[in-house]
């Protein structure tokens, strides 16, 4: 009898947790099948093969819906992404969001070890000259950000991409960051040397 009690118990631990995520409610199941189309560039597990295109595996599930809504609203600027968003519903973008969190994302080496040192001091330190806060202040010392406030993971990301992000956010073209300003105000304090070096540096957290 005590065993039947406790496998009836498992199963129904299971069965409320197998569809769901703490802080996004969504079911992945239901998200793997709406993300074929998302796999022509970000992978069907969510590791991209072209370092144009961010990896999403591992992404934290609050951050994905609040991007795809800053796509959908034009705060970020990306053609082939809003032909995208405009065909998903709120249900659809949980969805994604919880399957894609859910799948393991692939380890990447450093883009460039020659700028290890700089991207390092950066990621860990800032620049006092120039008032720039260190990066681990949100994203973590391993760059795993932080789901509760909608903080990305940064780690093992794209160096290619991350640049560009950062490049976008100094320029003012990508406005996701909000009322707030955090990332472009950072960002327009970051030199080409220092964004390249601090992206390469993030590829290789893990």
Not at 2 to 13: G, V
Not at 37 to 43: E, L, N, P, Q, R
Not at 54 to 61: D, F, L
Request: charged share 15%; proline share 6%.
């Amino acid at each position: 009898m005590k065993n039947i009690f406790a496998a009836l118990l498992t199963t129904l631990l299971l069965a409320g947790t197998a569809n769901s995520n703490p802080l996004v409610d969504g079911d992945a199941e239901a998200g793997k099948a709406k993300a074929v189309t998302c796999g022509a560039c970000h992978g069907a597990d969510g590791n991209s093969v072209n370092p144009v295109w961010p990896s999403i595996a591992g992404q934290h599930p609050t951050y994905i819906v609040e991007q795809l809504h800053a796509f959908k609203g034009g705060q970020r600027n990306e053609p082939l992404m809003l032909g995208q968003v405009m065909l998903l519903s709120e249900d659809d973008m949980k969805n994604l969001a919880v399957y894609f969190s859910e799948m393991p994302a692939a380890a990447k080496s450093v883009a460039d070890p020659s700028t290890l040192d700089r991207g390092q001091r950066i990621f860990r330190g800032g620049d006092r000259e120039f008032g720039t806060p260190a990066c681990n202040a949100c994203h973590g010392p391993t760059g795993s950000g932080n789901p509760a406030a909608s903080v990305p993971s940064v780690k093992g990301q794209y160096a290619v991409y991350t640049a560009a992000q950062l490049r976008a956010y100094a320029s003012g073209a990508r406005q996701s960051d909000g009322p707030t300003r955090v990332m472009r105000d950072i960002a327009a304090k970051l030199s080409e040397e220092d964004i390249l070096a601090v992206s390469s540096y993030m590829q290789g957290l893990q």
